[in-house]
């Protein structure tokens, strides 16, 4: 079973934060609704043509084009909030460290330092990985990382 953010000495897992991923989840949801209503129901499409002249949804090229468009970005959303959700930013264990889908050994690590305040960059021997923490808890991330 994974821990959010947990601290124990053998398994630590660092997650993006929940809200950012709620946010996605919802604009990603909205735009999916919205896209579907549009090409099959009409619903908003009758609310909206009080407000805007709106044709029928094949005869206008850039309007299917929109739609499509929103379809495809809402999808994106969606399985980002849902890859985001599921796998960890960092997972440590005793002796390895995972990174954005990279493993290392926790040997290999020289050092760490946070290069603005969104990024950190961690230096293991054969090579550097710069990792963007924004929408991580800097707290726990700090915590975590003073314990290496």
């Given at each position: 079973?994974?821990?959010e953010?947990?601290?124990?000495?053998?398994?630590?897992?660092?997650?993006?934060?929940?809200?950012?991923?709620?946010?996605?989840?919802?604009?990603?949801?909205?735009?999916?609704?919205?896209?579907?209503?549009?090409?099959?129901?009409?619903?908003?499409?009758?609310?909206?043509?009080?407000?805007v002249?709106?044709?029928?949804?094949?005869?206008?090229?850039?309007?299917?084009?929109?739609?499509?468009?929103?379809?495809?970005?809402?999808?994106?959303?969606?399985?980002?909030?849902?890859?985001?959700y599921?796998?960890?930013?960092?997972?440590?264990?005793?002796?390895?460290?995972?990174?954005?889908?990279?493993?290392?050994r926790?040997?290999?690590?020289?050092?760490?330092?946070?290069?603005?305040?969104n990024?950190?960059?961690?230096?293991?021997?054969?090579?550097?990985?710069?990792?963007?923490?924004?929408?991580?808890?800097?707290?726990?991330?700090?915590?975590?990382?003073?314990?290496?």
């Amino acid at each position: 079973m994974m821990n959010e953010n947990n601290l124990m000495d053998y398994e630590i897992y660092i997650y993006r934060d929940k809200k950012t991923t709620y946010r996605a989840l919802l604009s990603g949801f909205l735009l999916v609704m919205y896209s579907l209503d549009s090409i099959f129901f009409g619903y908003f499409r009758n609310i909206l043509e009080k407000i805007v002249v709106l044709k029928d949804f094949t005869v206008s090229g850039r309007e299917e084009l929109l739609i499509y468009t929103c379809l495809a970005s809402g999808i994106f959303l969606i399985a980002y909030a849902y890859s985001s959700y599921k796998s960890p930013i960092i997972y440590i264990t005793q002796e390895s460290i995972v990174l954005a889908s990279k493993e290392k050994r926790i040997e290999d690590l020289i050092f760490y330092e946070f290069i603005e305040t969104n990024k950190v960059v961690f230096h293991f021997s054969e090579e550097k990985i710069s990792l963007d923490v924004d929408s991580v808890s800097k707290e726990s991330l700090r915590e975590v990382l003073d314990r290496l």
